[in-house]
């Protein structure tokens, strides 16, 4: 008796969001580790000799990597069977976003300025800023609609919208890339466009398979 009571409190626990808790506070700890990485090399002087610069280009690295652990996900999805993996999409998607908004707001504040003026002509000057600027765009509509309530109103249009998260990943590697063509130095932008093949690779070999006709 004392044995099936167990096994009832863990089958009512996990119903009540007990154990899918421990995916959301992994996605959680994954989304906030730079942040505190940050914090913790800024109190031990670890941030370089130019912590600005650092952290322009370490914000932009943890959106990228978030932005692809979000495309991970459905892969993962179909690999294990785990269908309440979904749920932590829009989690990294937010995190994702979020360190975005930081690489932006860096770019702007410490490399231009703040001046409205520096940030229009570095768009138009520097393509790398250009693209990185579409890509971000595509983004906004994502997190904007991301809420329980636009995804009722938007109905089948979301899943449409939220297509945009292609073109986003394609823009952002490409800025990274030609961010990077300055330096010579492409080892790792290249490792984050063979990562993000991969992702998009699966998704079309699996719907592939599915479209098949059964023999």
């Known amino acids: 008796m004392a044995t099936r009571s167990l096994t009832s409190r863990a089958a009512a626990s996990a119903r009540r969001g007990g154990i899918p808790r421990i995916p959301s506070i992994c996605t959680h700890a994954c989304g906030l580790f730079p942040l505190l990485r940050w914090v913790v090399l800024a109190w031990f002087g670890g ?41 932590q999409r829009r989690k990294l998607g937010l995190y994702a976003f979020f360190y975005t908004v930081l690489h932006v ?60 998260i292609y073109p986003a990943a394609c823009l952002s590697v490409l800025h990274f890339d030609w961010m990077r063509a300055g ?3 492409f080892l790792e932008p290249r490792v984050y466009a063979a990562i993000l093949a991969l992702l998009l690779g699966y998704r079309v070999v699996h719907r592939w398979r599915r479209s098949r006709p059964l023999r």
Do not use: Y
């Open 105 to 164: 707001l860096a770019w702007a504040v410490w490399d231009r300025g703040g001046a409205p003026a520096a940030m229009w002509t570095d768009l138009w000057q520097r393509d790398f800023i250009g693209v990185g600027a579409l890509a971000v765009l595509c983004l906004v509509p994502l997190a904007a609609t991301s809420t329980q309530g636009w995804i009722r109103r938007l109905g089948r249009g979301w899943k449409r919208l939220h297509l945009l």
């Open 183 to 185: 330096k010579n130095d």
């Open 47 to 87: 941030l370089g000799v130019n912590p600005q610069e650092f952290l322009i280009r370490s914000s932009g690295i943890w959106a990228l990597a978030l932005l692809w652990a979000t495309l991970a996900v459905t892969p993962l999805r179909w690999l294990t069977g785990q269908g309440s993996l979904v749920r």
